[in-house]
């Protein structure tokens, strides 16, 4: 079954959520399948020999959840080549969050907690931690395909994610995997207010040039040893190392004051 969306809740196809019912029939079927495809690939364009058959067979004769039809795309050879094998760390991160649980990623905390949870127990760990987790079966069950939430009808969320989710959401032609670095790594990091930039201007092409710039990363309080701890300290990074960089400045502790391109 196709079902329409309360207001509070936006996305990409803003007036429909997709929900599966023991009645559904195949074309009902069918539709979630393609959302499923749609908003967890993050818009791609699929060919025949690209599609989990074993799992959609399993999906329409009701041996698989919507859920686990989820679980079974993002874990899928397409996923991972597209966005942990080919993007930045952080963007990988981020685009698990906007498609698996349908915002962005709200502070440093979420992001290292899945760089670790990602380096110390693997790729399927970090996709079954956003499907495992209350926030996914709160919002969508077992029946339901994931959905782009606005901030506000998230209960305890903090309002800043409105702006890094729409930040997220570039318009129904961009491919998510277009895209290698992350859109937010500057304001998360930071604490900051995401802007929302127009789509017009060559979004994409400003986030590739992005690794070819240098950025200077002001750093308080960083723990170098149990002894010495500096009030201040700035690095000048190339693009390409940013995301290494910001895990390093993490593992120490200190608390990224700014980032400001200056090349």
């Known amino acids: 079954m196709v ?15 997709f929900e599966l019912w023991p009645t559904s029939g195949i074309d009902e079927v069918q539709a979630v399948i393609r ?15 690209e599609r989990l058959v074993n799992a959609e067979s399993q999906l329409c004769d009701g041996s698989i959840s919507v859920r686990e039809f989820v679980r079974a795309v993002a874990k899928s050879d397409f996923y991972r080549a ?19 649980l349908g915002r962005a990623p709200l ?20 996709i079954d931690s956003y499907i495992n987790s209350d926030e996914y079966q709160n919002n969508f069950g077992d029946d339901t395909v994931p959905y782009y939430c606005g ?31 992350s859109c937010l790594v500057e304001a998360v990091a930071t604490n900051s207010t995401s802007k929302i930039v127009p789509l017009a201007g ?23 040893s149990g002894r010495r701890r500096r009030s201040t300290t700035e690095y000048i990074v190339p693009g390409s190392k940013m ?15 700014s980032i400001t391109e200056i090349s």
């Open 82 to 100: 597209r966005y942990f094998e080919s993007c930045a760390p952080y963007r990988f991160i981020e685009l698990n969050f906007k498609h698996l």
């Open 202 to 224: 060559g979004r994409a092409a400003a986030y590739a040039d992005a690794t070819e710039k240098t950025f200077k990363i002001v750093v308080r309080g960083a723990m170098y």
């Open 35 to 49: 959302a499923v495809y749609r908003q967890v690939l993050g818009n791609p364009h699929i060919m025949e020999s």
């Open 151 to 181: 901030s506000s009808s998230q209960i305890g969320q903090k309002q800043v994610g409105y702006n890094r989710t729409l930040s997220l959401l570039r318009g129904n032609s961009e491919v998510d995997s277009s895209i290698k670095s």
């Open 107 to 126: 502070d440093q905390t979420e992001i290292a907690e899945h760089i670790r949870i990602c380096i110390e127990q693997g790729y399927d760990a970090e």
């Open 243 to 257: 995301t290494p960089q910001i895990q390093r400045i993490n593992r120490t502790s200190g608390t990224i004051v």
């Open 3 to 17: 079902s329409t969306a309360p207001t509070a809740k936006f996305g990409l196809d803003s007036d429909l959520i």
